[in-house]
């Protein structure tokens, strides 16, 4: 494929911000052109021929500007190659096993076709927004649990994918 692969996704505090920076950094070291943009900036995705989106999970649901690009621009994702992260756990347990996909996203990858999907470590830290985060703060359960190469070895897998066989 010599065509340009968006990663778009939905964050609150940045984590999953940083996770898609570094799956695009490994589309590009591939040969791959790749954008990271977040999901609400994104108005127009003609440009692209195959798409990574992602998003931070909360309270069970994936983030609500990943739900709604998936939504937004879902024919041209289902026309296109299409994977799908999430980034949430706080604690080993991603790195640990599979963890599938919420329902509503399990939902959108069977009507768009995503090739696959993962989930990784989340990231919350002192200074994150948000009522509940800081509750979870309090409680002493924050943390990073990102695993930058399993993210790395991902994103290698989905260049791999793109590039075909050769």
């Not at 340009?4 to 999953?16: E, I, M, P, R």
């Not at 009522?131 to 703060?137: D, E, N, S, T």
Request: charged fraction near 25%; charge should be positive.
């Amino acid at each position: 494929m010599t065509g340009k692969v968006l990663v778009a996704y939905g964050t609150t505090n940045g984590s999953t911000a940083q996770i898609a920076e570094a799956i695009t950094e490994v589309l590009r070291k591939n040969g791959l052109a790749a954008d990271a943009q977040p999901a609400r900036s994104v108005a127009d995705v003609s440009s692209y021929d195959a798409f990574v989106v992602g998003g931070g999970l909360y309270a069970g649901r994936w983030h609500k500007d990943a739900r709604r690009f998936v939504r937004r621009h879902r024919r041209t994702l289902a026309e296109h190659p299409l994977w799908l992260f999430s980034s949430g756990p706080l604690d080993a347990s991603a790195a640990e096993r599979d963890i599938p996909p919420v329902p509503g996203l399990k939902r959108a990858m069977e009507r768009l076709d995503a090739r696959g999907h993962t989930t990784f470590g989340g990231c919350l830290q002192e200074g994150a927004k948000g009522r509940i985060a800081g509750m979870i703060l309090r409680s002493g359960k924050g943390g990073d649990y990102r695993d930058f190469e399993a993210i790395e070895a991902w994103a290698g897998r989905v260049a791999d994918d793109l590039r075909g066989p050769g």
